[in-house]
């Protein structure tokens, strides 16, 4: 019985937290994404300009700009047009699903926060590089798009996830013994 209680706190709290920051990122969105000019967020443009930032800087000239047709940000390297960069490519989606996860598994508050931000500047970081590194790849390697972007890439960022939650379970949560 007490086992079915803890696990339906986690879920009520996992649901609410993830909802919840959901709504208020989709509220962002409503106020920065331009439907009818093709304008995206502010977050999906920076993510865009620094994975060309990386790609560059590995020998790829990359540029990126705004679809005149979509909300989505053209990738070209080497003035060739690879992919294109979307909403759902800026890892904020699952920054919220790695937020939710940790405040349903409790820990400290302090400790809560530190580790959030962290693991969130982390994911970040892998997802620019993870940009980066397919549009190189579909470069390269052209006919590998789905084996680039619907298997490896995802299973590397989710993988990466999932690793943070272990640790995070591991040695941070009110389930371990000792808390940092």
């Known amino acids: 019985m007490q086992k079915n209680k803890a696990l339906l706190f986690f879920l009520i709290k ?7 920051m959901l709504s208020l990122y989709n509220l962002y969105l409503n106020k920065t994404q331009e439907r009818v000019l093709f304008s995206c967020s502010p977050i999906t443009e920076t993510v865009a300009k620094q994975a060309a930032i990386v790609s560059s800087f590995l020998g ?3 540029t990126v700009v705004q679809h005149k047709e979509e909300l989505s940000y053209k ?4 003035n060739k047009y690879i992919a294109r960069v979307i909403e759902g ?7 919220i699903l790695f937020w939710a996860f940790i405040i349903a598994f409790s820990g400290k508050i302090s400790t ?9 500047l982390l994911i970040y970081t892998l997802n ?3 940009i980066s590194l397919l549009a190189i790849g579909l470069y390269k390697y052209p006919k590998q798009q789905i084996i680039f972007h619907d298997l490896l890439f995802p299973a590397i960022i989710y993988g990466f996830i999932v690793v943070l939650w272990l640790i995070w379970i591991k040695k941070f949560t009110y389930l371990t013994k000792k808390n940092v």
């Open 14 to 20: 996992f649901f609410i937290s993830y909802f919840l």
């Open 128 to 130: 620019v590089f993870r």
């Open 112 to 120: 809560t926060i530190i580790f959030g931000l962290a693991g969130s």
């Open 75 to 78: 990738v070209l390297v080497h």
């Open 89 to 95: 490519c800026n890892s904020i989606s699952i920054i």
């Open 60 to 62: 790829y000239k990359t």
